[in-house]
């Protein structure tokens, strides 16, 4: 009996850890689409300021795919833990 609930309980944490790992990687995935859309937006309202636009945008770009890789990182580890 209790290995069966041990079985199950195992299951669970790796669909949770399934789960996370994608919410984290489709939150990313949002987010990087946002920030290059609101770039070009801001491009094409301020041509010369293209340069600061594009490195603000790289440098905050890489900030979303660190916690997007922080937060996979994490539920991988809670599922072979």
């Known amino acids: 009996m209790l290995t069966m609930i041990l079985a199950a309980v195992e299951a669970l944490l790796g669909l949770g850890a399934s789960v996370g790992a994608a919410l984290a990687v489709f939150g990313a995935g949002i987010g990087i689409g946002k920030i290059g859309s609101s770039a070009m937006e801001a491009i094409a309202r301020q041509p010369e300021a293209a340069g600061d636009i594009r490195s603000n945008m790289i440098v905050i770009a890489a900030l979303v795919e660190g916690v ?14």
């Open 68 to 81: 997007a890789l922080f937060a996979v990182i994490v539920c991988m580890l809670t599922l072979f833990l």
